[in-house]
Structure formats: structure tokens, C-alpha cells
């Protein structure tokens, strides 16, 4: 009874300003709903193969390739709409696929360990004439070690690393890769020039080093909490800004090159590849589909949906476009422009009264 007088008592216009103000609440809470953001998510891409897929690399924005398992080499000129699947010049699985222009380009291939015989398990693929003709160039004096990764600089010279630390150089005329001291007999899985002397490369036992002549010389950076981990690649943006990914889910992050910090990522899985567009966004992939997305630097990673459990071996980014390969044939895509046409969707039509 109490009650029900005190409502009585509440003045009418309060209660007409509180209708009020709830109806403007409710038609702005609308409009945001209609107007936010919409996420572009990643899409798979069905090219019907189930090769395993090792590596994805976009020349431009409309060129690029993916390769993997049993010689699978596949070419874009449309930015990724389509992909065309090239004719097998090699039964051999290609690792890594790297072009300076669109006539000239590397292959990184694998031989079947159970059919070596006496050749090294690795070799290199070249062209000069946009793969209508590949010639074979074998790694000098390789001791049958297995090589993961190679890299160049702007002005050409190009390393290439793998297992029990194996280094190799590319001599001026780009056909011998010459074997020089290793300077560390871990396996060292990929590495990255960001100009044409300082280059990074990283490996398991958490295994950083820098260096600041082409590679002539090693000097070993400090990882803080990283000692057991294998690291499996690596990615600057500039000079001094870069972060690695590897086993159990970490990640490192550097902003002078020499010290490594670690980032929280909440996830387990081992991670594979990293990719950063810029200083603060960037993408991380790894087994069972893990794609991880962060846009501060890597201050706070967050997991994204890929509708995949299978491994993802490489991620790459052109412009506002990416893709991520892997295990089973997968191709995944993501265009951020997709965005532009459900930014803005108009809300409903309020019905008033007369």
C-alpha cells in the first residue's frame, strides 16, 4: 500500500522525461548495432587438393603462389580469386617460395628422406623467366643437413639455414650456395634482412642471434623466458622492431633487436609463422588451426576463429588482403575491405505515431 502511494506521489513529468530518455537509449543502442563494424573473417578456399601446403607468397597485391607436398605449386594474377595449379616440375615437396620480380624466383625443395640415397635432403629451384624453366642448384658441402629457410637482402645476398645450424651464403653469380661456420649447432628454423647488413635468425633452444654485417659475423641476443622454447619464425617491421613465434604457444617481442620479451598469447598449441602489417597489427598461425590476431603490438593477442583444426604452416599479407596455408589442402583468405560494404547498413524504419 506504502508503495503504491509512493509511486502515485513520483511527478508525471518525470515519468514522461524517463520515457523519453528511454526511447533515445533505445534507437541510439539500434543504430549501433546496425552501424558497427563488421569483422571480416577468414574463408576457406577449395582448390580441391589435399596436398599439404608449406608456404604462400604475394609479390604484389594481384601475383603471388602457394606450394607444398609432391611438387604443388600453384600461381594467382587476380589477387587470390582464382588460383591456377601449375604443371609438376618436381615430385619433391617445395618448402618455400620466394620471387624478387615476377620473372625471377627461388624454390626451396625437399627430397624423400627414404630415397636420398647419396644426395642432400634439400635443393633449390631458380628461375629467370617466370617458371617456364627451373634449374636445379645443389647446396655445396651440405653433410646431408636439412635446409628449413633461405632469405635475401634488398641488394641480393641471400643465406640460407637449417638443421645442426647449417649456413649457407650465395656467391655474386647466384648459382652456389657455399657452406660457412655455423654459429650454432642447434637447428635454426627461419631468418629475416631488414636492411642489407643487420639480419636476424632464430631456432630451437630459443636460439636468437642478430647480426650486423650480412652475416658474416653472429652475436647471440638475450630471450627472457625462452631458453626451452623451439622457435619457428620470425618477423620485423622495421630495423629494430620484430617478434617470433614458436613451441607452446609463445611469443617474443623486441624493440632494439638484441632483448626478447615475452607476450602473454593464453593459448598451448606450437605456432608456426607470424605477420605484421604494421607496428601494432599483426597475425599469428599455428596447429589446429590457431590464427591469432593482435592490434597493440602484441600487448593483447586475441584467438580468431578459423574453422579449421588443421595446421597452418605460413601466413602472408598483401595490403588489406591475407592468407594463411597448411595441412590438407587448406587455403584460408581475408579481405578487410570486406568490410567497407556492411559498414554502413541502414537500421529500420521507426514507425511513429501521428
Request: with cysteine.
Amino acid at each position: 500500500m506504502i508503495l503504491s502511494l509512493l509511486i502515485l506521489l513520483i511527478p508525471v513529468n518525470f515519468c514522461l522525461k524517463f520515457m523519453k530518455s528511454a526511447k533515445i537509449f533505445s534507437i541510439l543502442l539500434l543504430f549501433f548495432v546496425c552501424f558497427q563494424t563488421a569483422r571480416a573473417d577468414w574463408t576457406r578456399q577449395n582448390l580441391n587438393t589435399l596436398a599439404w601446403l608449406q608456404d604462400v607468397y604475394f609479390l604484389d597485391e594481384r601475383t603471388g603462389w602457394i606450394v607444398g607436398s609432391g611438387g604443388t605449386y600453384l600461381a594467382t594474377t587476380d589477387g587470390g580469386v582464382t588460383w591456377k595449379k601449375e604443371k609438376n616440375f618436381t615430385g619433391d615437396t617445395i618448402r618455400q617460395v620466394y620471387f624478387t620480380d615476377e620473372q625471377t624466383g627461388w624454390l626451396l625443395c625437399e627430397r624423400d628422406l627414404y630415397t636420398l640415397g647419396t644426395n642432400s635432403p634439400s635443393y633449390l629451384l631458380k628461375t629467370i623467366n617466370g617458371g617456364v624453366y627451373w634449374e636445379r642448384i645443389e647446396f655445396a658441402d651440405s653433410q646431408r643437413k636439412r635446409v628449413t629457410r633461405f632469405f635475401f637482402t634488398k641488394n641480393g645476398a641471400g643465406l640460407a639455414i637449417g638443421e645442426g645450424g647449417a649456413l649457407f651464403a650465395v656467391t655474386n653469380d647466384k648459382k652456389i650456395w657455399k657452406r660457412m661456420p655455423s654459429p650454432v649447432r642447434y637447428l635454426m628454423s627461419d631468418g629475416i634482412f631488414t636492411d642489407d647488413s643487420n639480419g636476424t635468425i632464430v631456432g630451437a633452444g630459443g636460439s636468437i642471434l642478430f647480426t650486423d654485417d650480412a652475416g658474416l659475423s653472429w652475436t647471440k641476443a638475450s630471450v627472457i623466458g625462452g631458453a626451452e622454447t623451439k622457435l619457428n619464425a620470425v618477423f620485423f617491421v622495421n630495423q629494430k622492431t620484430g617478434w617470433t613465434v614458436g613451441s607452446g604457444g609463445k611469443v617474443f617481442q623486441t624493440v632494439n633487436g638484441k632483448t626478447w620479451r615475452e607476450q602473454k598469447t593464453n593459448v598451448a598449441v606450437d605456432l608456426t609463422d607470424v605477420f605484421f602489417s604494421n607496428t601494432a597489427e599483426g597475425w599469428a598461425v599455428g596447429n589446429e588451426g590457431t590464427i591469432l590476431h593482435t592490434t597493440t603490438a602484441g600487448n593483447i593477442w586475441t584467438a580468431i576463429n578459423s574453422e579449421t583444426k588443421h595446421k597452418l604452416e605460413r601466413i602472408f599479407f598483401t595490403g588489406k588482403k591475407g592468407w594463411a596455408v597448411g595441412f590438407g589442402g587448406t587455403i584460408l583468405s581475408y579481405d578487410e575491405n570486406q568490410k567497407s560494404a556492411d559498414l554502413f547498413v541502414l537500421p529500420p524504419k521507426l514507425k511513429t505515431r501521428n
